[in-house]
C-alpha cells in the first residue's frame, strides 16, 4: 500500500476533505509481528484558516501575512501531511491531517471509517461491549480503535506507521455535505462531508441543526 505523498494535502482543503472519502487510513504495528489496521474513509470535516471554528482562527496576520506561533493552532500552519492530534472532553484523541501549503493555516478531521482489515485488533481496542458499526463511527471511536494518541501530532502521515493510501467511492455511492458537527460559529458552511447512507457515518446531528 503505497502512502498519500504530501502534494494530495498542499491542495485546498475542501478539495482533500471530499476526495479522501473512500481513501484507506492504514496503523501498522513495525516489529509486533501482526498486520496492519485498515479503515475505509466514510466521513470527513474541513477546517481552513479563514473559518471562525479553526483551531487556529486569528493566528494569521494578513496584512503582515505571518503566524503567531501561539498554542496547538499554530500547527495547523505547518508542512501539509503531518498530523494534528487534539483531546476532546479529555478523553477522545481526534485525528486530522494538515494540508494547503506551508504557511496557510487548513486541516481534515477523519470523522468515520468503515473496518476493512485488523477487525480483531479494532474490536479489542474498543471493547467486545460495541456493536460492529459503533467501533468507528466517530472521531474519537476510530482513534481509539486504530491507537491514535498524542504521539501522531504533528507526525509525518506520509509514511508508516499511521498514513493513507488512495481508493474510490462505488458506483452506487454519492457524496452528501452538511454542517460540521459540534461547533458554534461557521455552522452554515457544509464542510462536512459523507458518503450518503454509509452505516459508519457518525450518527451526530449537525451543529445547523442543534444551535
Avoid at 498519500?4 to 487510513?25: H, K, M, N
Avoid at 474498543?126 to 463511527?137: A, F, M, P, Q, S
Wanted: hydrophobic share 35%; net charge negative.
Amino acid at each position: 500500500m503505497d502512502p498519500c505523498p504530501s502534494s494530495f494535502f498542499r491542495r485546498d482543503t475542501l478539495d482533500v476533505a471530499r476526495e479522501l472519502l473512500g481513501y484507506r487510513l492504514v496503523r501498522e504495528f513495525p516489529g509486533r509481528g501482526r498486520g496492519p489496521l485498515v479503515g475505509r474513509i466514510v466521513e470527513t470535516e474541513a477546517y481552513t484558516q479563514n473559518d471562525p471554528a479553526f483551531h487556529g482562527w486569528n493566528l494569521y496576520d494578513p496584512e503582515t501575512e505571518s503566524v503567531r506561533r501561539e498554542g496547538r493552532g499554530a500547527d495547523l500552519f505547518t508542512s501539509p501531511g503531518l498530523g494534528y492530534v487534539y483531546l476532546i472532553y479529555g478523553m477522545h484523541w481526534l485525528l486530522n491531517v494538515v494540508t494547503e501549503p506551508e504557511g496557510t493555516g487548513g486541516a481534515v478531521l477523519i470523522r468515520a471509517v468503515e473496518p476493512v482489515e485488523g477487525q480483531n485488533v479494532i474490536r479489542a481496542n474498543r471493547g467486545e461491549k460495541h456493536r460492529t458499526v459503533d467501533l468507528t463511527n466517530g472521531p474519537g471511536k476510530l482513534s481509539e480503535a486504530f491507537g491514535i494518541d498524542d504521539a501522531f501530532h504533528q507526525a509525518d502521515l506520509t509514511q508508516a506507521p499511521l498514513y493513507f493510501t488512495s481508493g474510490e467511492l462505488e458506483k452506487d455511492e454519492t457524496v452528501a455535505t452538511s454542517s460540521r458537527i459540534g461547533i458554534s460559529k461557521a455552522v452554515e458552511r457544509e464542510w462536512r462531508f459523507f458518503i450518503d447512507g454509509h452505516p459508519y457515518v457518525s450518527p451526530a446531528t449537525p451543529s445547523d441543526q442543534t444551535t
